[in-house]
Nanobody, 127 residues
Framework: QVQLIESGGGLVQAGGSLRLSCTAS????????MGWFRQAPGKERECVAT????????YYTDSVKGRFTISRDNAKNTVSLQLNTLKPEDTAVYYC????????????????????WGQGTQVTVSS
């Protein structure tokens, strides 16, 4: 049974930082691309960042470039998202997801290519 468990969310003031982590079990983590997605109230879920199974390539949506960093540790089956210079518009539930197709591009992100999803962790940024 595949499980993705996110942690690290919370309430932070604008300009602050958080580090989200996702621990995976039940899948071939080192052969899975991983992604972070978010859904704000009343909005569709969007892709935030993805990382290739090797960790050598990443994708970021434009609104987070230069502020967020995705990384992974295949020895620990974890993927992390460092969130810096947070803005109120970053407020959302953040989800991690796994893509086992072993096809990866850093040019775009397609949510329907991700097979497994976590339950999400809330990030709230106050102004």
């Amino acid at each position: 049974q595949v499980q993705l468990i996110e942690s690290g969310g919370g309430l932070v003031q604008a300009g602050g930082s958080l580090r989200l982590s996702c621990t995976a079990s039940g899948l071939a983590f080192s052969r899975s691309a991983m992604g972070w997605f978010r859904q704000a109230p009343g909005k569709e879920r969007e892709c935030v960042a993805t990382i290739k199974w090797s960790g050598t390539n990443q994708y970021y949506t434009d609104s987070v470039k230069g502020r967020f960093t995705i990384s992974r540790d295949n020895a620990k089956n974890t993927v992390s998202l460092q969130l810096n210079t947070l803005k109120p518009e970053d407020t959302a539930v953040y989800y991690c997801a796994a893509d086992q197709r072993m096809l990866y591009t850093s040019r775009y992100c397609r949510q329907n290519e991700y097979d497994y999803w976590g339950q999400g962790t809330q990030v709230t940024v106050s102004s």
